[in-house]
């Protein structure tokens, strides 16, 4: 299992994330740049972007991450 997961054109590692919106973003602002996308909430206070297949495939590579390390896997280390 890859350590990173790709959100709009950034490799983040997934242990950065905090927090993925359900719902996606909408304040009916004229000129705002996030509507209808997913707010993913990283650490240090920076937040990304993801469209709906961005925050899906976010979601499962975290679910699969926490049932490998139930498992005793995890990230796969570097040789």
Known sequence: MSIFCRIDD??????????????????GEPDCQCEGRYEVALEGGESVWANSKEQSNLMEMIEEWQNDDERGGGFEEPE
Request: with cysteine; hydrophobic share 50%.
């Open 10 to 27: 950034k490799h983040l590692p997934l242990y950065r994330v905090l927090w993925v919106a359900a719902t996606p973003h909408f304040c």
